[in-house]
């Protein structure tokens, strides 16, 4: 599953982003409106998280112009006013959910991870490839009838892989995506990951999906 979190506070958004991705989300995070609405016009999201107070245009405007435009996602506000009207407010916009400032990332996650049970048919949520199944929200792969079990780094990186399957995605872009790290070319971090990746989800398996692009960097196949 793919998140943006929209939070103008710049160590908030890098907290709640690390968060997300060690929880195994695939997440993108914007710092105001405008910025919203540039990776949601150009990236595929599942949910969005958003700040009510933005510089400029706050959270509420900016979800009542995506709903107008037909943005059908769940969304989640988060914000330090806790009137009743404030959250009448929130959901006449079009949010789904509304959580107070300070809040236990725990209870965040849970939420978050509600909202996407809450889209409807949870087999209509499953990513596929080939005999290869991931269910976002459960967390659970498998191939075959086995299930694969991975730790968060992998499963956010297979997830990546599977959303864009047949795309070639470079070193670059993996390690932006599931690290958030801008990527040094003296190191090897992503050839890990994969490597390991591969250990679980191809090796034991005679259709090899994960795909080396020499000089670029990956690619998943549905051969």
Same mark, same amino acid.
């Given at each position: 599953? +793919? ?145 694969? +079990? ?31 790290? +801008? ?41």
């Amino acid at each position: 599953m +793919h998140l943006l979190v929209v939070e103008d506070e710049a160590k908030t958004r890098a907290y709640l982003a690390k968060g997300f991705r060690e929880a195994g989300f695939t997440v993108d995070a914007a710092g105001d409106a405008a910025e919203a609405r540039y990776v949601l016009r150009d990236t595929k999201i599942d949910l969005l998280i958003c700040d009510v107070m933005l510089p400029g245009e706050d959270g509420w405007s900016l979800l009542r112009g995506l709903r107008q435009n037909g943005l059908q996602i769940p969304v989640l506000f988060l914000t330090a006013k806790e009137s009743v009207n404030d959250r009448v407010t929130g959901f006449d916009a079009g949010g789904d959910d509304y959580l107070v400032k300070p809040f236990a990332f725990a209870e965040l996650l849970a939420r978050v991870r509600a909202l996407l049970r809450r889209r409807g048919d949870m087999t209509a949520l499953t990513l596929r490839a080939a005999d290869l199944a991931i269910d976002p929200v459960r967390r659970v792969v498998t191939r075959g009838t086995d299930e694969i +079990h991975l730790t968060n780094l992998e499963f956010s990186l297979l997830v990546m892989l599977v959303e864009r399957k047949d795309e070639v995605l470079t070193r670059t872009e993996i390690a932006e995506r599931v690290w958030d790290l +801008h990527f040094d070319t003296g190191t090897n971090v992503v050839d890990v990951a994969i490597r390991r990746l591969r250990q679980k989800v191809d090796d034991p398996y005679p259709n090899k999906l994960i795909q080396t692009v020499r000089g670029v960097g990956y690619v998943l196949r549905e051969l």
